[in-house]
């Protein structure tokens, strides 16, 4: 299956560090004749054609898509439905057209108002780092890692190859491919990827109030465990922004049971409870332990399942 994936012209929109990451890794496994870029920024075109990631470029979507039989959009979650929107006359029948974003939900959501001659399938490569625009990108971002495909409740024949497909390029680029339902991939991100990110702005946040009391001694003795912080907390503003508006719901359902877990810590400590700490210290560490055996040191897809992956 994965053998003789290849694309006549691949059109990658949004060319940041998802985008690019993917037309790299693309370009290093001849996987594409032609790599186009769409953004809506001219200067993030003209930087990629630069670096070598796409061979040209175009600021408009529609123009930019024509005659293409691969459509990548990489831009923040909550421009997904406009540029699928725009998409749905504008894309060549047959064209297979995924998305990269965080957030599944919200995604399937913007696609109910594709037509069906649209094969769009919604995947989400559990890859990336703080940094974002297209020098950011690089080819082995997603060797090794996860991606989810979320597919749409279809049952044609057609839909079923675009499927194939989208998981084939994936797994020609080095990532494990996974099927799972949109929901479910919304709450499991929501522990291990999007709570993460919040609690770290908020932490560094916090942190930067106290600087200007601690003048400069929050920088000068910053340990190792608030530099990691720092790190998830320089990531960007508009992608959180709008990871943080289109899950909701699940965001909020993780940040209540935290709040909860916090609030028993915050007890412990008043009360000189030590073997409260000891004990819920003590099961956690084993996660990570599982975590660095299973290859992923970042988040993984069936965290927050029991073993039989329910
Ligand atoms: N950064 C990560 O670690 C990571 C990991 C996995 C998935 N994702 C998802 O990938 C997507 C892209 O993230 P990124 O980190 O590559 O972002 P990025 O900021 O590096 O790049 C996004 C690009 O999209 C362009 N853009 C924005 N709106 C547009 C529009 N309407 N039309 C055309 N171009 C537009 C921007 O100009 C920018 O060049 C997001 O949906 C994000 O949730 C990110
Ligand atoms: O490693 C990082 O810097 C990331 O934030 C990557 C990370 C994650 O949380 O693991 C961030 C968002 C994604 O949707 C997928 C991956």
Redesign the pocket.
């Known amino acids: 299956m994965t053998d003789d994936i290849k694309f006549n012209r691949a059109v990658i929109?949004?060319?940041?560090?998802?985008?690019?990451?993917l037309a790299l890794a693309m370009r290093e496994r001849g996987l594409a004749a032609e790599i186009v870029g769409?953004?809506?920024?001219p200067d993030?075109i003209a930087r990629a054609q630069k670096l070598g990631i796409i061979d040209g470029g175009e600021?408009d979507?529609k123009k930019g898509v024509k005659g293409a039989d691969l459509v990548v959009v990489?831009?923040?979650?909550g421009?997904?439905a406009?540029?699928a929107a725009a998409l749905a006359d504008a894309v060549d029948d047959g064209a297979l057209v995924i998305?990269?974003?965080?957030?599944k939900g919200a995604v399937a959501e913007a696609a109910k108002t594709l037509p069906e001659r649209v094969l769009f399938v919604p995947c989400?490569?559990?890859?990336?780092?703080?940094?974002?625009?297209?020098e950011?990108?690089f080819a082995t971002l997603f060797q090794d890692r996860w991606c989810i495909l979320t597919p749409l409740p279809r049952e044609d024949a057609a839909y079923k190859q675009a499927v194939d497909k989208a998981a084939a390029l994936w797994t020609a680029v080095g990532a494990r491919a996974e099927i799972m339902d949109a929901a479910h991939h919304d709450l499991a991100l929501a522990v291990t990827s999007h709570l993460p990110h919040l609690i770290a702005f908020t932490l560094v946040g916090a942190a930067d109030d106290v600087e200007s009391v601690a003048q400069g001694e929050v920088v000068k003795y910053s340990a190792g465990g608030f530099r990691d912080f720092t790190r998830i907390a320089a990531?960007?503003p508009?992608?959180w922004r709008?990871?943080f508006l289109t899950n909701k719901e699940a965001v909020l359902e993780v940040l209540g049971r935290f709040s909860e877990e916090l609030a028993v810590m915050q007890r412990a400590i008043r009360w000189g409870d030590g073997k409260t700490l000891e004990d819920a210290f003590s099961r956690v560490r084993g996660l990570r332990r599982a975590i660095v055996e299973a290859g992923q040191e970042s988040a993984a897809p069936n965290f927050g399942r029991d073993e039989k992956g329910e």
């Not at 990489?74 to 979650?77: A, E, G, N, R």
């Open positions: 929109v949004g060319v940041g560090l998802i985008g690019a990451s769409v953004d809506r920024d993030v600021t979507l990489s831009t923040p979650v421009a997904v406009s540029v998305d990269v974003g965080s957030v989400h490569p559990v890859a990336g780092t703080e940094r974002s625009g297209p950011a990108g990531s960007d508009i992608m709008d990871v």
